[in-house]
């Protein structure tokens, strides 16, 4: 049942009608979270609850066309920690850029 609710074919439709897919798949894990908790399956319940907010994250960031690749990233923080070991700038400056960068990446937080 796992692999029916995390596939998803077909991603180059109307965006509306991916969005709806993704609302009846997040609605068939609820189902299948009640079924594993009412017969006794814990362990998976906990997976399930805690992998349910990134199960359709990439989908969902790559409608909007903002998905963020960890490499990308990765390659910002590299970037950063140079500019703090050879360059001028202070850890504490480093450390704001990156939570501004982080902020706008994952949250679509712009200045």
């Known amino acids: 049942m796992i692999i029916e609710i995390c596939n998803i074919k077909g991603l180059r439709r109307e965006v ?3 969005r709806k897919e993704i609302i009846n798949k997040e609605e068939s894990l609820d189902k299948l979270i009640r079924y594993c ?4 399956m814990e362990h998976t319940v906990i997976y399930l609850n805690n992998a349910r907010r990134d199960i359709f994250r990439g989908i969902r ?3 909007l066309n903002g998905t963020v690749s960890l490499l990308r ?5 590299r970037r ?3 500019r703090i070991n050879i360059g001028k ?3 504490d400056g ?3 850029i990156c939570k501004i960068r982080a902020a ?3 949250n679509g937080f712009d200045i």
């Open 37 to 40: 908790d009412e017969n006794g």
């Open 89 to 91: 700038w202070s850890n």
């Open 104 to 106: 706008y990446y994952y």
């Open 73 to 77: 990233l990765e390659r910002m923080m």
């Open 16 to 18: 509306e009608e991916v």
């Open 61 to 63: 960031e790559g409608i």
């Open 80 to 82: 950063i920690n140079q």
């Open 94 to 96: 480093g450390l704001s």
